[in-house]
């Protein structure tokens, strides 16, 4: 078998909105015929991929498709059918066994639907993806109801859908011919040409992105798909004094925390997880421990500035989680006032926010009551770029 992809994007998308055609707008921080190009490109059963542009979207394309191992584009016709046609003819000097057609405004398409279309091609010479009608239908005329259409034996469909690429560019040289040109999917053209046409399952989130509340659902979509871990570790050792600061309250203790700062372990294993989550480093990169005007500081303003660069990544704290390891003093008694503390700083609320306490069980450093040491694990939620 050799597999290739013919990517139709020649619309104007007009019902879209926007400046640009909906194929050419951006989702998340991808432009939709990029993401919908590479899903081909990068599968490894797709030997070729030919994109079918829009007259005059040359530039858009270029800029958009950039990188991408792919051939060059083709421009398109007046219809989809045409365009099609013109991908379809552009594969000949490749002599490909199969093709998959899709659609550029489908960019969810998941490489295990790709495989559902190829495994199914070798035994059939046309697959088509679709999904069973679940609402009920109804026709409509001028606003009311003149029927309720039986909806059982009724698919939605859905692309890429597959062909034996002999077979299939012989069906559209054949609707050519015959001057029919509204085909509007391929597996019409083949069942007008009198090939049997198979089912595959579709895909729920393979959906076509139509009209501007299309871009902007799958910009939402993507937002909470960006979601980061942070993780965080720190250790001070104690020294003579009468108090501990962990998550900014004061703790009755022997000893004290030793550290340029207030020695907040706990903030500062906070501190470096939501550094984490971003990519920015650490505390240390921030707020170098030799400086003096760090010194003795509330450790709030190391937290309140991986805030800040946070939010500048268009984040948000999704939850956090800390354990502070200690022989001594104990934790429990503190944990609601430490929560009270890293609320307002973290701007979620307490129950997303988990301090736990243990011991090392007298093992080590923290067993023989040297010092402690405390981990933090946050879930960071980005916006990013939005189209
Ligand atoms: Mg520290």
Known sequence: ?????????????????????????????????YQ???????????????????????????AAAGGLDILPPVIGGAT?????????????AHAPTHVLIHDAARPFISAALIDRVITLLSAQDCVLPALLVADTLKRVQDGTVVSTIDRSGMWTVQT???????????AHRKAARDGKSDFTDDAAVAEYA????????????????????DIARANRDLVTDDIRIGQGTDVHAFEAGDHVTLCGVPIPHTAQLKGHSDADAAMHALTDAILGAIGEGDIGTHFPPNDPQWKDVASSIFLAKAMAL???????????????????????????AMKAVLSPLLEIGEDRIAIKATTAETLGFIGRGEGLMATATVLVKLRTAMG
């Open 310 to 336: 946070l939010k500048a990544h268009g984040g948000r704290i999704g939850n956090a989680d800390l354990t502070i390891l200690s022989e001594a003093p104990k934790i429990s008694s503190h944990v609601p």
């Open 1 to 33: 078998m050799k597999v290739a992809a013919v990517i139709v994007g020649g619309g104007s998308g007009v019902r879209a909105g926007g400046e640009n055609p909906k194929q050419y707008q951006l989702i998340g921080n991808s432009i939709v015929i």
């Open 36 to 62: 919908t190009l590479s899903a081909f490109a990068r599968h490894p059963a797709i030997a070729l991929v030919q994109p079918v542009i829009g007259k005059g979207h040359e530039g858009l394309f270029a």
């Open 160 to 170: 890429p859908q597959g062909f034996s690429y002999p077979d299939i560019l012989a």
């Open 194 to 213: 009198g090939l049997a046409v198979a089912l595959v399952a579709g895909d729920e989130s393979n959906r076509k992105l139509t009209t501007s509340q």
């Open 80 to 92: 989809r059918q045409e365009s099609c046609r013109a991908g379809l003819v552009a594969l000949e």
